[in-house]
């Protein structure tokens, strides 16, 4: 955790002036609470630094993503096209869903709070829910030549272990609706950090809503 901590913290050095999201009641775009120090969501930062601890055959994946996504990988100068373009379309299709789309460097995050996508306690995704991972299906598959990672996230209520499980339950209930939907087995992870990520005070009812969340973080593959 000190490795993802640390990662967390450069991050936000870094990235703090191409923080932006986008607010799905205004329309507008602003500034991220990320960029602002609060943190609309835990970003990609933490993702990035688990998947490096993790995986030691991106390489070989990516190879199995470019094949099937065909065409090769994004390069260069086109990176930052080919995700502003996806951006665009995921502000479209979540414009009004409750969903907030955050844009760091050339990752998207989207931040789905759990009180529109999860009952307290469960993880089974709400019904009125699956038209919203619907409109996020249709652009991920146009746009195939992303990693797909979905990280679940607990309040403080209960043991670590049980938000631990629950928050890996409730990563893998988006990514198995993703995978059913039609999203190659090969383009998904799934993490769960439990409550270890929180984004608002566990000391109110509020903020815990806003720390029960699964975040979807698109993450372009760059090189074959």
Do not use: W
């Not at 829910?129 to 996020?136: A, E, N, P």
């Not at 209520?157 to 190659?184: P, T």
């Amino acid at each position: 955790m000190k490795t993802i901590t640390a990662a967390i913290s450069l991050s936000c050095v870094l990235m703090l002036s191409s923080c932006a999201t986008y607010d799905p009641y205004t329309g507008e775009q602003e500034v991220s609470k990320a960029g602002k120090g609060a943190g609309i969501g835990a970003g990609v930062a933490a993702v990035v630094a688990y998947l490096a601890n993790k995986d030691k055959d991106a390489g070989k994946r990516n190879e199995r993503i470019l094949k099937a996504a065909a065409g090769g990988a994004v390069i260069g100068g086109g990176v930052g096209y080919y995700m502003d373009t996806q951006e665009a379309k995921l502000r479209e299709q979540l414009r009004g869903s409750g969903v907030s789309v955050v844009r760091e460097g050339d990752n998207i995050n989207l931040v789905m709070p759990g009180n529109i996508t999860f009952a307290s306690g469960s993880a089974n995704i709400a019904s009125d829910f699956l038209s919203v991972l619907d409109s996020v299906v249709l652009v991920i598959q146009e746009f195939n030549k992303t990693l797909v990672v979905v990280s679940g996230h607990t309040d403080s209520s209960g043991s670590d272990a049980l938000n631990q499980s629950l928050s890996e339950k409730r990563a893998s209930s988006v990514s198995n609706y993703f995978n059913n939907s039609g999203v190659i087995t090969d383009r998904l992870e799934v993490i769960g950090f439990g409550e270890t990520q929180p984004i608002a005070s566990n000391a109110t009812e509020a903020g815990k809503q806003q720390n029960r969340r699964v975040e979807i973080s698109l993450i372009p593959i760059t090189q074959p």
